[in-house]
């Protein structure tokens, strides 16, 4: 069982920093090519260029599309151009999330909810229809969802956010089970990971954050992309429908931080 990639292609969304950033750079180095999407052109745009020349590969193995998960149109525009750029869609990496609500639930702002959930959970499942249709659904492939401890214990403060993760851990089993067996369907659960998204939740107390963690640090983008590159390549091929935590330990001590 291999985890090289060569001759495959990969769809990462949100890719132009931070977690998806980190795939896409892990999913280049094992021999795929790559699609990257970001709501800015220009950052999707200097990402694709700043891939290309940390990893030694030739600049035609990554494509930047330009879009926002949530629009339906940008989700049809990277999906089509990735199989015209590539001939393939192998790989569907659904990063891309958002978080613009914080605190107390009866005064969140409902509309500001709806998008949570719209880019979320909707948005992927529009990504995994497309991808299915244009290509899985007659060659296979795999998908795998970023999704958060908050999805599998409530943090309090980002309540919205953990319940938009924990429908995308569910849609992820139900799409594990209707997509058999030509594609598998699995999601990773990071606790903490040290991306521009999420500073709030550790800028200026880095120090007290990972004093949490059994294992004495927050996460990396490296972290997960190790694991969304294992559970996307042939060496789990009899693993779908599961969502693997990786969260330096967290939730081994009774608490989501």
Known sequence: MT????GRSALITGASRGIGYGIARELLTRGASVTITSRKPESVTAAAEQLAADTGVDRARVLAVPGNAGDGAAREEAVRRTVEEFGSLDV????????PVFGFLPD??????????????VGTLGFVQLAWKAWMAEHGGAIVN???????????????????????IRLTEELAWQLGPKVRVNAVAPAVVKTKFAEALYTGREEEAASQYPMKRLGTPEDVAALVAFLASDAAAWITGETVRVDGGLLAT????
């Open 3 to 6: 985890q090289d990639f060569t």
């Open 92 to 99: 569907l990496i659904n990063n891309t999330g958002i978080n």
């Open 108 to 121: 969140a702002d409902l509309d500001a909810v709806r998008k949570i959930f719209d880019v979320n959970v």
């Open 146 to 168: 970023i999704a958060s401890i908050a999805g599998l214990r409530s943090s309090g403060v980002i309540g919205v956010y953990g319940a938009s993760k924990a429908a995308l």
């Open 254 to 257: 009774g608490t989501a931080g």
